[in-house]
């Protein structure tokens, strides 16, 4: 009779550790779930994001390639007109140097950027004869705009990436949660008490196991419960 109460016992025991490891891993499935479904929408939105950014910087990159090009070619215009001036200068043709006198200045005051003609004073000063364009750093600012968002681009494009490997982090956490309350489901078919323990036991395992796992693992970017309140 005391065996049988005791084993009454222990199978009580066993049916309300079931229950309560079942309640438990329901609601860490769902928040894993949750979770992982988050980082994906993190991750569609940053890949969208990307490829609208860079979408964006190749367009400003051809544009600044075309700058560049009309830019050479207006520095070509302009030492043409400087060869002519001196050719002028040296014949004393003092029409054909207002001309030309007036043809430079159009050239510089009216077609040239700042940038462009800071950097022809650069090569005024050089001892050597040098275009604008070996001045350090010039070119390179013709596609600074365009080299930031393409950054940008790459930066969302990270992002999405890990998000997209941590939503895979959380799903392998749904699915070891998932073999777990499998684990809690069949427990009761068997009928001898140690079998039970050990079935239970496995699960304990497995469940502690995807909860060290997914403590370790990033919520995702700019998570808050105050946002889903409104708040």
């Known amino acids: 009779m005391e065996k049988l109460k005791e084993k009454r016992t222990k199978e009580q025991l066993i049916e309300l550790l079931v229950a309560i490891c079942l309640g438990i891993t329901a609601l860490a499935t769902a928040w894993a779930s949750w979770i992982g479904s988050l980082h994906g929408g993190v991750q569609a939105t940053s890949y969208t994001t990307s490829n609208n950014l860079a979408a964006e910087g190749n367009a400003m990159y051809n544009e600044a390639s075309q700058s560049l090009i009309q830019d050479m070619m207006l520095w070509n215009q302009i030492s043409d007109t400087r060869i002519d ?14 001309k030309l006198e007036w043809k430079l200045d159009q050239l510089l005051n009216d077609n040239c950027s700042d940038e462009l003609y800071d950097a022809i004073l650069w090569a005024d000063e050089q001892e050597e004869y040098a275009t604008p364009f070996q001045k350090e750093g010039f070119v390179d600012s013709y596609y600074a705009d365009a080299m930031e968002v393409l950054g940008e681009s790459q930066e969302q494009l990270e992002i999405g990436k890990e998000a997209n490997q941590n939503g895979d982090a959380f799903g392998l956490v749904t699915v070891i949660y998932s073999v777990v309350l ?50």
């Open 182 to 231: 499998f684990l809690l489901g069949i427990v009761g078919t068997f009928k001898n008490l140690p079998n039970r323990f050990a079935v239970l036991g496995v699960a304990v395992v497995g469940f502690v196991f995807a909860t060290v796992y997914m403590l370790f693992l990033p919520m995702p970017l700019d998570f808050s419960f105050a946002s889903f309140f409104g708040a």
């Open 85 to 98: 001036y001196t050719f002028a200068l040296e014949q004393n043709d003092t029409e054909a140097m207002e």
